[in-house]
Each structure stands twice: as structure tokens, then as C-alpha cells.
Nanobody
Framework: QVQLVESGGGLVQTGGSLRLSCAAS???????????MGWYRQAPGKQRELVASISTGDRTNYVDSVKGRFTISRDNGKKTVFLQMNSLKPEDTAVYYC??????????WGQGTQVTVSS
């Protein structure tokens, strides 16, 4: 069973930065590498949304609200996905999760990591 463990969240002021990590276990390098991976977030009272994704060829996509501020990357050897978040805004406050993107076949969701941006 695949397990996703997110880390790196915290409390920062507006304009600050955080780097999130998501480590996958219980899967092979080949399976991890073959999946488009994404970072999602869920703010209180809102639906979970995909904010960034990265393909096997390192092609990236971002939701408009984070373009130019967030950068997604992956280390397939370590089965880890990263999200560098700069110029954070209060509206970025949410629980952040990683999972497969672009497919209905998701892995079990991890606990996520809380990001809180104070104004």
C-alpha cells in the first residue's frame, strides 16, 4: 500500500517562503516515475484543489493563483515531490497534500501539512 507523507508546513508571515516535501513509500521507482504528481490544497470550507503538477518529463503546470510564486519539482530516485512556495499570501493558507494528478486512480491521501500565512 502506497503511503504519502507530507512535511514542511508551518506559520509564516505574508511574503515569506516555505518548502514542502512529500515522500512516497510502498511503491517502486518505476511506478512513482510513471505518474504525474501534484500538490493539492484544501482551505477551510473549500474543496480540495490541484495547485501544481509535474509530469514524468518534468513538465509543470500551475493554477493561475500560484503562477510565478510556487515551483514544483520531483526527485524520482527518492520518490519525493517538492513544492517551493515564495511570496506567500494569506489566501494560500490551507492543508497541502500531494498525490497522483491527471488520473482518477489516486493513492491513499496522506495527513497533509498545514500552511498558515499571517497578514
Amino acid at each position: 500500500q502506497v503511503q504519502l507523507v507530507e512535511s514542511g508546513g508551518g506559520l509564516v508571515q505574508t511574503g515569506g517562503s516555505l518548502r514542502l516535501s512529500c515522500a512516497a513509500s510502498g511503491t517502486t521507482f518505476t511506478i512513482f516515475y510513471s505518474n504525474v504528481m501534484g500538490w493539492y490544497r484544501q482551505a477551510p470550507g473549500k474543496q480540495r484543489e490541484l495547485v501544481a503538477s509535474i509530469s514524468t518529463g518534468d513538465r509543470t503546470n500551475y493554477v493561475d493563483s500560484v503562477k510565478g510564486r510556487f515551483t514544483i519539482s520531483r526527485d524520482n530516485g527518492k520518490k519525493t515531490v517538492f513544492l517551493q512556495m515564495n511570496s506567500l499570501k494569506p489566501e494560500d493558507t490551507a492543508v497541502y497534500y500531494c498525490n497522483v494528478a491527471g488520473s482518477m486512480n489516486k493513492w491513499p491521501w496522506g495527513q497533509g501539512t498545514q500552511v498558515t500565512v499571517s497578514s
